[in-house]
């Protein structure tokens, strides 16, 4: 496919009185046009430090200090805040956890739609409205015409996010990134959102970026997914390598610790245990080592490169060396 954005070696770090946290140490990834794409990890993996990097809304103390982030071609990195807001909201639009902080609570939810329409696509005021209601019903809002013209306050979660992406929607743009989406929403609910997104993107051929903590969340939206742990890539692949021949630690505690509906509330979740580092000091190995239930020497000491598993799966891990001693057992190679 064309690849629409590509982010290679980006490094963002936070400049803190304590000192600098590198919260993303370089970390490489691309999204093809029309691809949906899950960006997974704990919280403090460095997920929306990422998405806000590449939406170029980090707030002070946070700065990138390294890598690139073209976006169709052009390295977006040193691009003018003026220069971003024309493609903010235009060509990447982006909609995060909650959707009351980004909805502005003394507009109707109408007149926040129209003013992006109105923006971006040069509508006068009846056919802005027109096609706002359209994009609320596009969204599975019930009665658009009517609702068009409630208050955030009047709507529910559900339908504020969907909402939200109504209006992230509205100017048409080229990839979405959705920040935890789904997360400060039932299960019902977030079902229906994932679905809707899902929808969106084969009609409407937009490019998804799905972040969040749970890998249950992208499996069935995204094609492809990238694990991020410690402001690090740690696994890379199709959402089939990933749930059905994970190769890093990291990603088997991740599939572990999806919420299962089957079983009872005790049995549902194995979270990994232990904290990730702290990004004030970086650990100069693999960062989950200190987590890791096959953590051997090496693995302190060198960060691990990139094995490739398969064609577009690849993981960074000691344990895919082929001198490693799982590797010796599988392949039955002994020395
Ligand atoms: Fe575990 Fe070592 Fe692999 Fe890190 S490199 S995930 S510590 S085995
Ligand atoms: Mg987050």
């Not at 794409?37 to 929306?48: C, P």
């Not at 969907?162 to 990134?177: G, K, Q, T, V, Y």
């Not at 920040?179 to 937009?206: F, N």
């Not at 088997?252 to 004030?280: A, H, N, V």
Request: contains cysteine; hydrophobic residues 40%; aromatic residues 6%.
């Amino acid at each position: 496919g064309e690849k629409l954005l590509e982010v290679k070696n980006l490094k963002t770090s936070f400049f803190t009185h304590l000192g600098e946290v590198q919260a993303v140490r370089g970390i490489s990834f691309h999204i093809d046009k029309g691809e949906a794409i899950g960006i997974v990890g704990e919280s403090g993996s460095g997920k929306s430090v990422t998405s806000l990097s590449v939406m170029k809304l980090l707030q002070y103390p946070g700065k990138i200090v390294g890598g690139e982030i073209l976006f169709k071609g052009k390295d977006i990195v040193n691009y003018s805040n003026n220069k971003m807001l024309k493609i903010r909201g235009n060509e990447i639009a982006m909609i995060f956890q909650d959707p009351m902080t980004s909805l502005n609570p003394v507009y109707t939810i109408g007149n926040q739609i129209m003013e992006v329409i109105i923006r971006h696509q040069k509508l006068n005021k009846k056919k802005a409205r027109e096609k706002a209601i359209e994009m609320l019903k596009m969204v599975g809002i019930p009665s658009p015409e009517k609702r068009i013209d409630n208050y955030p306050h009047e709507f529910s979660g559900g339908m504020r996010q969907r909402a939200m992406i109504a209006i992230a929607l509205s100017c048409e743009p080229d990839l979405l990134i959705a920040d935890e989406p789904t997360t400060a929403l039932d299960v019902t609910i977030q079902d229906q959102i994932l679905k809707l997104m899902k929808e969106l993107k084969e009609r409407i051929d937009t490019s998804i970026i799905l972040i969040t903590h749970d890998l249950g969340v992208v499996a069935d939206v995204c094609s492809r997914i990238v694990v991020m742990y410690g402001g690090l890539v740690m696994e890379e692949g199709s959402s089939r390598d990933i749930f059905f021949n994970p190769q890093h630690p990291y990603t088997m505690g991740l599939l572990k610790s999806i919420p299962r509906l089957d079983l009872e509330e005790k049995k549902r979740l194995i979270p990994i245990p232990g904290t990730p580092p702290d990004l004030l000091k970086p650990p100069i190995g693999c960062p989950f080592a200190d987590r890791c239930p096959y953590s051997m020497k090496i693995c302190k000491m060198k960060l691990p490169e990139f094995f490739e598993v398969d064609m577009g799966h690849k993981a960074s891990c000691w344990l895919l060396h082929p001198e490693s001693p799982k590797m010796k057992l599988s392949t039955g190679v002994r020395k």
